[in-house]
């Protein structure tokens, strides 16, 4: 039982190890921050989870503890890595396209990242 809970938690820690190494490579070669935005929420997650996967196999299998410390990790982690992407990808559109070169949004009329009304050029009576 050892050897094969022992075979089980290298099997996890290689699966995340590439993983981890595809996200890292990931980064450095993709050109553009829209394509580099997967790199770390997809492979890198993936990696993160494989650690933690070899971790609560170690705990259960060869301590005879259940650790809840991994899944809380896990947790976290699943919900902050979509939302940091999302943040990512919002400030990309921000920075990088206008509201006139965005695909026409359907029925919603406007995208949800340049929902913000127009204001009249209001002029600067400061210098005066």
Known sequence: MTFIAELLIAVFLIISGVFGFVGSFGMIKLNDPMSRLHAPTKATTLGVGGVL???ITHSV??????????????????????????????????RHELP????????????ATHAVEQVEDVPDHSAN
């Open 61 to 94: 299998l060869l301590e005879g503890k259940l650790s809840l410390h991994e899944l809380l990790i896990t947790l976290f982690l699943f919900l902050t890595a979509p939302i940091t992407a999302l943040f990512i990808a919002k400030w990309h559109i921000h």
């Open 100 to 111: 006139s070169d965005l695909p026409d949004a359907g029925e919603d009329e406007l995208w």
């Open 53 to 55: 996967l070899a971790s």
